[in-house]
């Protein structure tokens, strides 16, 4: 069964109708970015049509995203015309609290608190590698994106990129400048990034990886978010091939395994199926 339009959920009748052999390859929505994952029958559990799946193989893909019952639950938020967040689990942020778009503007508005990473890297790892480890490791992540207008001066920059907030997004083209972050009530933190080479014969430029945190709890944010870029970092940079998902259907009898439950795993609910997400 191969699904050409982006899920978040793997439909019960697909799996009843999955044979002992089957692969169901589908591009599934994990916490805000999208993966062509190719799920069988678990191993420990052979031709067990009541066991669960794992992904065989991942792969980076981009979909449009079905409607209704197996849409996700992302909200995009506009904070004010042009500048937006997404929230992968919808509007209620990860303490419980509804997002209020207001503030988060005005924490925006504020002076930063910086933090250096000491990382450095390619835009390819950024949006494919560091962007999932983020989605995986903190229920607090979300993506930013401020729209920019197409003028741009001598340099390629946008012409007033300095009044912008997301002036130093390390995914930017030249109508839209994108960053990953963790955001929780009181405040947010963004990635940030400075090219310190540039490309050369096929090879992406170098990135050096910063962090910045705005509102009350900026610090705290900016502290943690750095601590995920310098994770990611000593675990070698890890992108889509080595992540692995394993769906649990509520009719099956089947649990996570608590071996699986590291501190590195999360676990995502949805009404049918119930997915665990790590990095081997």
Same mark, same amino acid.
Request: with cysteine.
């Given at each position: 069964?191969?699904?050409?339009?982006?899920?978040?959920?793997?439909?019960?009748?697909?799996?009843?109708?999955?044979?002992?052999?089957?692969?169901?390859?589908?591009?599934?929505?994990?916490? !805000?970015?999208? &993966?062509?994952?190719?799920? =069988?029958?678990? @191993? *420990?559990? /052979?031709?067990?049509?009541?066991?669960?799946? $794992? %992904?065989?193989?991942?792969?980076?893909?981009?979909?449009?995203?079905?409607?209704?019952?197996?849409?996700?639950?992302?909200?995009?938020?506009?904070?004010?015309?042009?500048?937006?967040?997404?929230?992968?689990?919808?509007?209620?942020?990860?303490?419980?609290?509804?997002?209020?778009?207001?503030?988060?503007?005005?924490?925006?508005?504020?002076?930063?608190?910086?933090?250096?990473?000491?990382?450095?890297?390619?835009?390819?790892?950024?949006?494919? !590698?560091?962007? &999932?480890?983020?989605?995986? =490791?903190?229920? @607090? *992540?979300? /993506?930013?994106?401020?729209?920019?207008?197409? $003028? %741009?001066?001598?340099?390629?920059?946008?012409?007033?990129?300095?009044?912008?907030?997301?002036?130093?997004?390390?995914?930017?083209?030249?109508?839209?400048?994108?960053?990953?972050?963790?955001?929780?009530?009181?405040?947010?933190?963004?990635?940030?990034?400075?090219?310190?080479?540039?490309?050369?014969?096929?090879?992406p430029g170098q990135l050096a990886l910063d962090v910045a945190g705005f509102g009350p709890r900026g610090s705290e944010l900016g502290a943690a978010l750095a601590a995920h870029v310098r994770a990611w970092d000593r675990a070698g940079q890890p992108g889509a091939a080595r992540l692995h998902l394993d769906a649990y259907p509520r009719s099956s009898?089947?649990?996570?395994?608590?071996?699986?439950?590291?501190?590195?795993?999360?676990?995502?609910?949805?009404?049918?199926?119930?997915?665990?997400?790590?990095?081997?």
């Open positions: 069964m191969i699904a050409t339009v982006g899920v978040s959920d793997l439909a019960p009748a697909w799996l009843h109708q999955a044979g002992p052999g089957a692969r169901i390859v589908v591009p599934l929505d994990v916490r !805000g970015s999208q &993966l062509a994952v190719s799920f =069988g029958r678990a @191993r *420990s559990a /052979g031709a067990d049509a009541g066991g669960h799946w $794992e %992904s065989r193989s991942i792969a980076p893909c981009g979909f449009m995203r079905m409607r209704g019952s197996l849409a996700g639950p992302e909200r995009t938020v506009v904070l004010q015309p042009g500048l937006s967040v997404m929230l992968p689990d919808g509007l209620t942020l990860a303490d419980g609290r509804e997002v209020d778009g207001a503030a988060l503007a005005a924490f925006l508005d504020g002076p930063p608190a910086e933090f250096a990473t000491g990382v450095w890297t390619s835009f390819p790892q950024i949006f494919w !590698g560091f962007g &999932l480890w983020l989605a995986a =490791g903190d229920r @607090r *992540s979300c /993506g930013i994106a401020e729209e920019r207008p197409a $003028e %741009s001066g001598d340099s390629g920059e946008p012409s007033h990129a300095a009044a912008s907030r997301l002036a130093r997004a390390p995914l930017r083209s030249r109508g839209m400048l994108v960053t990953a972050g963790i955001l929780d009530s009181g405040g947010i933190a963004v990635l940030t990034a400075i090219q310190v080479t540039p490309a050369a014969d096929g090879r009898p089947d649990e996570p395994a608590p071996a699986s439950q590291a501190s590195d795993a999360l676990l995502i609910e949805r009404p049918a199926t119930t997915f665990l997400v790590y990095h081997t």
